[in-house]
Nanobody, 115 residues
Framework: QVQLVESGGGLVQPGGSLRLSCAAS????????MGWYRQAPGKQRELVAT???????NYADSVKGRFTISRDNAKNTVFLQMNSLKPEDTAVYYC?????????WGQGTQVTVSS
């Protein structure tokens, strides 16, 4: 069984920064990619950023230039550095791990951007 534990969410003022972490544990084999998705109230879950095992990354247009995804392969951990946060970034952020067989999701961490 695979577990994903997210941390780093919270309340921040507009223009501020947060760093999310997601640590994977359990029977993990052949990780293809890890990433972050978010879901705001009343909206569908959307991609924020993903990173493959060889370091290739992909970002939603809305976060390009502000968010940076990185990973520590040795620790099966993925990070999301979020800078210049805006109120519209408010959402529950979910970590996702993809293998060649299936996907796994974390429980989510709340990010609230408000003055």
């Amino acid at each position: 069984q695979v577990q994903l534990v997210e941390s780093g969410g919270g309340l921040v003022q507009p223009g501020g920064s947060l760093r999310l972490s997601c640590a994977a544990s359990g029977s993990i084999s052949s990780i293809y990619a890890m990433g972050w998705y978010r879901q705001a109230p009343g909206k569908q879950r959307e991609l924020v950023a993903t990173i493959t095992s060889n370091g290739g990354s992909n970002y939603a247009d809305s976060v390009k230039g502000r968010f940076t995804i990185s990973r520590d392969n040795a620790k099966n951990t993925v990070f999301l550095q979020m800078n210049s946060l805006k109120p519209e970034d408010t959402a529950v952020y979910y970590c996702k791990l993809s293998t060649s067989i299936r996907h796994y999701w974390g429980q989510g961490t709340q990010v609230t951007v408000s003055s």
